[in-house]
């Protein structure tokens, strides 16, 4: 499979629990977003990132989140000490960046509970 | 005010009728349009991308976009009812060309 690859699938964490997504981007891909939906409603943008480079970052809360993209590995969204307005599902998003006009392909999602 | 706007819906349309979906933008340098579809559950499918004014046709599919209105669409002739989802408008701006604003979404119902 060579699309965008997310793990886990779902996620069930208790408030003040630390929650790991992963995100694996199509090869070929160096470019990577990290979007958040609540129910109903559109996707919000968080973070851009290039290899081992935050982008932009202006749609992630100060406190509490923080994204990386490593020089080898998956992308990687981490929300410290979550609380349940967290619960969302977060999606992850490829592109290949070097023609900025090239749309960005889909993860099948991350669903973060906090219990 | 938003920089992607969209009419939640729903939108109903009968089968094998023309669904018409619409978006207005309100940065007058973006420079490239995108149509998701997503599916309740699922993630947002790329179904079009259009840069020019005009009109792009793909199958059922067709976009038009009007830089000077600051408005782009999404036609679906033949509606299916596999067609019923949420279609999500994204736009990038001419100097962020790589981060995307997403409209709220539209969901279409297409009724047999």
């Known amino acids: 499979n060579a699309g965008v690859m997310q793990n886990p699938r779902h996620l069930v964490r208790r408030r003040g629990q630390e929650a790991r997504l992963r995100c694996s981007p199509m090869?070929?891909?160096?470019?990577v977003y990290w979007y958040r939906q609540l129910p109903e409603e559109g996707l919000k943008f968080m973070v851009y990132?290039?290899?081992?480079?935050?982008?932009?970052e202006s749609g992630m809360p100060k406190e509490r989140f923080s994204a990386e993209f490593p020089k080898e590995g998956p992308s990687i969204l981490r929300i410290q000490q979550v609380v349940r307005g967290d619960s969302a599902a977060y999606f992850c998003?490829?592109?290949?960046?070097?023609?900025?006009?090239?749309?960005?392909?889909f993860g099948d999602g991350t669903r973060l509970s906090i219990l | 005010q938003k920089e992607v706007e969209q009419n939640s819906g729903p939108l109903s349309v009968p089968e094998g009728a023309i669904a018409s979906l619409n978006c207005t933008y309100s940065?007058?340098?973006?420079?490239?349009f995108f149509w998701y579809r997503q599916y309740s559950g699922k993630s947002p499918e790329l179904i079009m991308f259009i840069y020019s004014n005009g009109d792009k046709e793909d199958g059922r599919f067709t976009a038009q976009l009007n830089k000077a209105s600051q408005y782009v669409s999404l036609l679906i002739r033949d509606s299916q009812p596999s067609d019923s989802a949420t279609y999500l408008c994204a736009v990038n701006q001419e100097n962020n060309f790589n981060k995307f604003y997403f409209g709220s979404g539209t969901k279409l119902n297409v009724k047999p």
């Open positions: 998003a490829s592109s290949p960046g070097v023609n900025s006009n090239q749309p960005q392909h």
């Open positions: 940065d007058r340098g973006s420079q490239s």
């Open positions: 090869k070929g891909h160096s470019h």
């Open positions: 990132l290039q290899k081992e480079n935050i982008i932009d």
